[in-house]
């Protein structure tokens, strides 16, 4: 048995047994943590697949496919996270994957890149970097009117969920027209994605995982958010650190897996994509849909955070333009977005 199919194996394991502990009633702590490993692991399968079924298209098209997937697992979570009431959760949980991708993920792929690299420099297209940097100020510009509206109480402060589902339904409609654009310029793929064919899935077996790995995915994120608030009080964790860093890695765990992969193997176009299309989507499709979902419910989600994580939003969509822009980055770049990761996790495991 290969090591691939020996992977999918323990993922349906752990899968199952954060079923049987949910059912079973077993210890809170028990049922998050093996729950939070089964969602990494069906975010992996999802990976894989998603690659699979992408092989025949370019690094723009493949891109936003893993993106887009790879995002059901932190979708589930904040659906069921606000079905449940768990507004901090769910809000921080979206920004957090913002930071995981942004920061985290973003660099790590760079340092494997420019590892791998023989000049040491990590070399990619720039529209991405570029286009996301500004999708991303779009958003932050949402976040910031609507932070400062809430401190100095203006009249426009009480009717924070108005305004924030009319500027879902812009950010939507830009991400809408910039997707179009973005995946009409996609180029074929490169040469080494096109060698990678032979280890691939077929294309079946990868639909049947996507639609299955989905599911789970589901159900899954349900167990979780039930788990929650008795494990966070048993381990005396904050549900500002359990959203912004706990949730956020195991919900995107496919970016955290295939962007730094693909970077290690060469892949540097389709490494940015994966990652910079999840940051993007997150930004301006995933926060605002979800804001629209939470119209449904009892407890609304808005785009109104607080001051750090506005802050922190905003240096975030700079230092990513700053270091990617050019189209090329080398690895101390990759270590300094990785160190603003590690300060605003500890920062926020105090909050």
Known sequence: MSLRNLLLAGVVVVTLAAGVAHFADADPVVTFVVAAAAL??????ISIATESVGERFGPAITGVLQSTLG???????????????????????????????????????????????????????????????????????????????????DRASQHQVTISAIGAVCLLAVYGAWLWSYLRSDAP???????ATSSALPFATAVALLAAAGVAAALVSDWFVDALDPAVDTLGISK???????????????ENVVGVTLAAKGQSDLAISVVKNS????????????????????HRLTFVLGAVYIGALLLTALSMWQITGDGEAV??????????????AVLTWYE
Request: negative net charge.
């Open 71 to 153: 995002n059901l697992p932190e979708l589930f979570i904040v659906v069921f996270a606000l079905s449940a009431g768990e507004v901090v959760v769910a809000q921080t949980s979206i920004v957090g994957s913002l930071f995981a991708n942004a920061l985290l993920v973003l660099g790590l792929a760079i340092v494997a890149g420019a590892h791998t690299s023989g000049d040491g420099v990590m070399r990619f297209r720039r529209r991405l970097p570029n286009d996301t940097a500004t999708l991303l100020l779009l958003a932050v510009f949402i976040i910031v009117l609507l932070g400062l509206s809430d401190t100095v109480g």
């Open 189 to 195: 793929p490169e040469p080494a994605h096109e060698r």
């Open 40 to 45: 990494a692991g069906l975010a992996w399968v």
């Open 279 to 298: 940051v993007a989507q997150i930004a301006v499709f995933v926060f605002p849909a979800l804001v629209l979902i939470s119209l449904l419910f009892e």
């Open 331 to 344: 690895a101390f770049e990759g270590w300094a977005l990785v160190a603003l990761y590690v300060i605003l």
């Open 240 to 254: 500002a650190f359990t959203g912004l860093v706990i949730v956020a890695i195991a919900g995107n765990a496919v």
